[in-house]
C-alpha cells in the first residue's frame, strides 16, 4: 500500500501549560471487511484496513489504539492528553497487510 492521504490535527492549536488537548487523525483509507465484491468481476475485494494506530508525545507512548475491518472507510480517531510541555507529537498506524505510516508535528505551548 503507499502512503495514504492523513491529517493530524490539535486542538486547541497551541493548548495552555494544564489544558487538555485533542489530537485527531483522520486517514483516507479504504477500511475494506474482505466481504465486499468486485461489482465488474464479482470476486471479494481482500480485506485491506488500518489494524493499529499509536499517539507518541516526546516518544513516549499516550495511547494505542487496536482497530478492525468493521471501521467506515475513511476513518477519524482522536485521543486526549493533558499539555505539560511543547514537544514532538508523532502517530504511527499500520494496517493489516503490514504497511506503516508516520505522521509528526511539534505541539507547541501558548
Known amino acids: 500500500m503507499a502512503d495514504v492521504k492523513a491529517m493530524l490535527k490539535v486542538k486547541p492549536k497551541n493548548p495552555k501549560i494544564g489544558e487538555v488537548a485533542s489530537i485527531s487523525l483522520m486517514a483516507m483509507h479504504p477500511m475494506e471487511t474482505g466481504q465486499t465484491k468486485n461489482k465488474e468481476t464479482g470476486e471479494l475485494i481482500p480485506a485491506h484496513f488500518i489494524s493499529e494506530i ?6 513516549k507512548a499516550i495511547a494505542k489504539i487496536i482497530s478492525w475491518e468493521t471501521i467506515s472507510a475513511n476513518p477519524f480517531y ?20 503490514g504497511h506503516s505510516q508516520t ?4 505541539l ?3
Open 54 to 59: 499509536e499517539f507518541l508525545f516526546n516518544s
Open 78 to 97: 482522536e485521543v486526549n492528553m493533558r499539555v505539560e510541555e511543547a514537544g514532538e507529537l508523532k502517530v504511527i498506524f499500520k494496517d493489516n497487510n
Open 103 to 106: 505522521l509528526t508535528t511539534a
Open 108 to 110: 507547541k505551548v501558548g
